[in-house]
């Protein structure tokens, strides 16, 4: 499956992009996440509730406040990609995350869309609504 994403928060790019820093950090973004373990060589285990196998990430290159990729191993395979868009009034986060079941195998994108993409989307808008409903250090109370 892959999930495309296109989004503006009213943030500075370093405050956004440091959810993305390592995928330890994707616990902080996502409030479905559990725990991440470190499991060396910039590998991390991030426990999802609901889900029996934790993504196994490291991110593979980074440029800061501007891009971040990734990719997964273990049960799952794939990779994603994050960029940070400064705007005149925040930041426009524009990428893609694109994951599938590697045991699967050609039966993964069936099982993908009945019982995996509704909830790996869902996941990603409960880290945006987080997002939103954070305030910019340099907006006034009154906005």
Same mark, same amino acid.
């Given at each position: 499956?892959?999930?495309?994403?296109?989004?503006?928060?009213?943030?500075?790019?370093?405050?956004?992009?440091?959810?993305? =820093?390592? $995928?330890?950090?994707?616990?902080?973004?996502?409030?479905?996440?559990?725990?991440?373990?470190?499991?060396?060589? +910039?590998?991390?285990?991030?426990?999802?509730?609901?889900?029996?196998?934790?993504?196994?990430?490291?991110?593979?290159?980074?440029? $800061?406040?501007?891009?971040?990729?990734?990719?997964?191993?273990?049960?799952?395979? +794939?990779?994603?990609?994050?960029?940070?868009?400064?705007?005149?009034?925040?930041?426009?986060?524009?990428?893609?995350?694109?994951?599938?079941?590697?045991?699967?195998?050609?039966?993964?994108?069936?099982?993908?869309?009945?019982?995996?993409?509704?909830?790996?989307?869902?996941?990603?808008?409960?880290?945006? =609504?987080?997002?939103?409903?954070?305030?910019?250090?340099?907006?006034?109370?009154?906005?």
């Amino acid at each position: 499956m892959i999930i495309n994403f296109n989004e503006h928060f009213n943030l500075p790019a370093a405050e956004v992009y440091s959810y993305f =820093h390592t $995928p330890a950090d994707w616990t902080r973004l996502y409030g479905l996440a559990g725990s991440s373990r470190d499991l060396g060589g +910039g590998w991390y285990a991030i426990a999802l509730k609901r889900f029996p196998f934790p993504l196994v990430a490291r991110n593979t290159e980074q440029e $800061p406040n501007e891009l971040v990729r990734w990719v997964f191993r273990g049960f799952w395979s +794939g990779r994603g990609e994050a960029r940070f868009v400064e705007t005149t009034d925040g930041v426009r986060v524009e990428g893609f995350e694109e994951i599938a079941v590697r045991p699967l195998f050609f039966l993964s994108p069936l099982f993908e869309r009945v019982f995996l993409e509704k909830r790996f989307r869902a996941i990603w808008e409960m880290g945006w =609504h987080r997002l939103r409903k954070r305030k910019s250090p340099t907006s006034s109370p009154n906005t």
